[in-house]
């Protein structure tokens, strides 16, 4: 079956512009993660959103970050204001239940993004 | 609050010698341990997943990784290497803090095998 999908796979901007990146889960899948991925560094934790739950923004790295998730289906990351620091992959993963500490996390390929 | 650390950030074997990537686990429970690969310009896939059934883990690829408590690692390993295998290798450890949602990922190896 289709993996987890997102898009743009590129995306240039300039500084401060806003933009949005787009995330389709597994279908099935009740839990949502997106991760950062910046040069040289592991994947940094920003959201995660389970079922109908308030979603767990605590890595989120400053209020210029908001997601927003559609159900149990599509979800929007996005950065207003954008500085070269945020210059990174954005990666989305999906899993069927998300509340177990044993459940697979699946990723897409994530949306390289570079602010200029 | 759980952690993970990989020692060394590149690794470069011949090509049918032995792979061996290092992590090292922080954690005040039990963890949930993962080794995810990337390959270029594509996302994670997972290798592997220790979850406490068994303490030897098999994965895909001919990988395998043994989950050592008394030494704090879980040190993936593969008998011989394949020129396929050229990617980055991440440990993880399922985070027990706050939704206990999210995966808590080390700095990544980045495996090259020579011919």
């Known amino acids: 079956g289709a993996g987890v999908s997102q898009s743009p796979s590129n995306k240039v901007t300039e500084k401060g512009k806003d933009v949005e990146l787009r995330c389709d889960p597994i279908?099935?899948?009740?839990?949502l993660y997106w991760y950062r991925q910046r040069l040289g560094q592991g994947l940094e934790f920003l959201i995660y959103?389970?079922?109908?739950?308030?979603?767990?923004k605590s890595g989120l790295p400053s209020d210029r970050f908001s997601a927003e998730r559609t159900g149990e289906s599509v979800s929007t990351l996005t950065i207003q204001r954008t500085q070269q620091e945020d210059s990174a992959v954005y990666l989305c993963?999906?899993?069927?239940?998300?509340?177990?500490?044993?459940?697979?996390?699946?990723f897409g390929p994530g949306t390289r993004l570079t602010v200029l | 609050a759980q952690s993970v650390t990989q020692l060394g950030s590149h690794v470069s074997v011949s090509e049918g010698a032995l792979v061996l990537l290092r992590c090292n686990y922080s954690?005040?429970?039990?963890?949930?341990l993962f080794w995810y690969v990337q390959y270029p310009n594509q996302g994670l896939q997972l290798l592997l997943k220790y979850t406490s059934a068994a303490t030897l883990v098999k994965g895909i690829n001919g990988f395998e990784a043994e989950f050592k408590k008394s030494e704090t690692s879980f040190h993936l390993t593969k008998p011989s290497a394949h020129m396929s295998d050229a990617a980055e290798y991440f440990c993880a450890v399922r985070n027990y803090g706050g939704s206990q949602g999210n995966l808590i990922f080390g700095k990544g190896t980045k495996l090259s095998v020579k011919p």
């Open positions: 954690s005040s429970v039990p963890p949930y």
């Open positions: 959103f389970q079922g109908n739950s308030a979603p767990d």
């Open positions: 279908s099935g899948h009740t839990a």
């Open positions: 993963a999906s899993s069927f239940k998300g509340g177990r500490a044993t459940d697979t996390q699946y």
